[in-house]
């Protein structure tokens, strides 16, 4: 089994969640539109109410359900000829299907709202139409792809003079440069893109940029600069109420310290990290200040103390149901004692 390396482990710990998508339909935006604003009669209204069972199945966790709905409203929407709800409608079905990761099938619920954006001529559901599409490209990996249907959204919210367009597909192009390891290219893009995002009064927005900005300022050796994007981005997250923000944006912080080489500075972060997950009450980032903690310890020799926060965080784990963490916390504790057992016996 994969052993990390602990001179690198807690960077990795903590990168393995820095790059956050930025979809421009958020499921919780698209619950709130309203359907009944177009074609009118009948089976216009019994779509509309099939859209806000879906809804209400979607609320209650039941996306089965919320999927079979929304499928229903589709071929009533089609039957006459409502173009605008089918693309909502599409954006829904795309955001759930991320929600269970299933992504050939988010791919094609996005590319179809496209199509009805396309087909209505409404540009600004194109912007985000490809930003959409982009996103769900990116996490498969296929970075250039997704590039490309980025810089599609660049170049329509130029012409468009759209700066909250324009924010997000330059922030989602950055953040896919950044995944082909171009960072220089993807500073300026990203550089470009918080100009954009404060024009547009988008904090959470802004705050995904800043953070993206951040990350590359930090591959590129310039700490000072992560710092102050990330410190910037802690603000403007904690403007916009978002938790996974704030976090990210710390943990960006704590990175650029020991770029730095403010080690000390950065342990006080690593304990005001596991104060802040305590206070949130979140038990997922509970977890991973546990196991950032007990790599440091561990780095620093403290194995009896790395054993402690590993032996937590697995209780935390058990209690998640998370069986992947449960599996690397048993690797690293089976790993620890081994140690620990060589040390005495010699």
């Given at each position: 089994?994969?052993k990390?390396?602990?001179?690198?482990?807690?960077?990795l710990?903590?990168s393995?969640?820095?790059?956050?998508?930025?979809?421009?339909?958020?499921?919780?935006?698209?619950?709130?539109?309203?359907?009944?604003?177009?074609?009118?009669?009948?089976?216009?209204?019994?779509?509309d109410?099939i859209?806000?069972?879906?809804?209400?199945?979607?609320?209650?966790?039941?996306?089965?359900?919320?999927?079979?709905?929304?499928n229903?409203?589709?071929?009533?929407?089609?039957?006459?000829?409502?173009?605008?709800?089918?693309g909502?409608v599409?954006?829904?079905?795309?955001?759930t299907?991320?929600?269970?990761?299933?992504?050939?099938?988010?791919?094609?619920?996005?590319?179809?709202?496209?199509?009805?954006?396309?087909?209505?001529?409404?540009?600004?559901?194109?912007?985000?139409?490809?930003?959409?599409?982009?996103?769900?490209?990116?996490?498969?990996?296929?970075?250039?792809?997704?590039a490309?249907?980025?810089?599609?959204?660049?170049?329509?919210?130029?012409?468009?003079?759209?700066?909250?367009?324009?924010?997000?597909?330059?922030?989602?192009?950055?953040?896919?440069?950044?995944?082909?390891?171009?960072?220089?290219?993807?500073i300026?893009f990203?550089?470009?893109?918080?100009?954009?995002?404060?024009?547009?009064?988008?904090?959470?927005?802004?705050?995904?940029?800043?953070?993206?900005?951040?990350d590359?300022?930090?591959?590129?050796?310039?700490?000072?600069?992560?710092?102050?994007?990330?410190?910037?981005?802690?603000?403007?997250?904690?403007?916009g109420?978002d938790?996974?923000a704030?976090?990210r944006a710390?943990?960006?912080?704590m990175?650029?310290?020991?770029?730095?080489?403010?080690?000390?500075?950065?342990?006080?972060?690593?304990?005001?990290?596991?104060?802040?997950?305590?206070?949130?009450?979140?038990?997922?980032?509970?977890?991973?200040?546990?196991?950032m903690?007990?790599?440091?310890?561990?780095?620093?020799g403290?194995?009896?103390a790395?054993?402690?926060?590993?032996?937590?965080?697995?209780?935390?784990?058990q209690?998640?149901?998370?069986?992947?963490?449960q599996?690397?916390?048993?690797?690293?504790?089976?790993?620890?004692?081994?140690?620990?057992?060589?040390?005495?016996?010699?």
């Amino acid at each position: 089994m994969l052993k990390l390396v602990p001179s690198i482990a807690l960077s990795l710990l903590v990168s393995s969640a820095l790059a956050a998508p930025s979809f421009a339909s958020s499921l919780n935006h698209q619950l709130r539109v309203q359907y009944n604003n177009g074609t009118q009669g009948s089976t216009r209204q019994t779509a509309d109410r099939i859209v806000e069972s879906g809804i209400q199945a979607q609320r209650s966790g039941l996306l089965d359900q919320a999927i079979a709905d929304w499928n229903r409203a589709l071929d009533l929407y089609q039957q006459i000829g409502e173009i605008p709800a089918q693309g909502r409608v599409y954006d829904l079905l795309g955001m759930t299907y991320i929600q269970l990761n299933q992504l050939n099938n988010a791919e094609n619920a996005f590319r179809r709202s496209l199509g009805a954006a396309r087909d209505e001529g409404n540009t600004i559901r194109q912007i985000y139409g490809y930003n959409n599409v982009g996103q769900v490209i990116l996490q498969r990996g296929q970075t250039v792809e997704a590039a490309n249907s980025f810089a599609e959204g660049v170049r329509i919210a130029r012409q468009a003079k759209h700066d909250a367009g324009l924010g997000l597909s330059l922030s989602n192009l950055g953040l896919a440069t950044y995944a082909q390891g171009r960072y220089q290219a993807a500073i300026a893009f990203l550089e470009e893109a918080r100009k954009f995002r404060d024009q547009a009064k988008d904090p959470i927005g802004a705050a995904n940029t800043l953070n993206n900005l951040g990350d590359a300022y930090r591959a590129v050796g310039s700490f000072a600069l992560a710092y102050a994007a990330h410190d910037r981005a802690m603000t403007l997250a904690q403007t916009g109420s978002d938790q996974a923000a704030q976090f990210r944006a710390f943990d960006g912080m704590m990175l650029a310290n020991r770029g730095m080489g403010q080690e000390n500075r950065f342990t006080e972060m690593l304990n005001q990290r596991l104060a802040m997950a305590n206070r949130s009450n979140d038990a997922w980032q509970m977890l991973n200040s546990l196991k950032m903690v007990a790599q440091h310890q561990q780095q620093q020799g403290k194995l009896t103390a790395a054993e402690g926060y590993y032996q937590q965080a697995y209780s935390v784990a058990q209690r998640l149901n998370a069986a992947r963490e449960q599996t690397f916390l048993r690797e690293q504790l089976g790993f620890l004692r081994s140690r620990k057992f060589r040390w005495q016996a010699r």
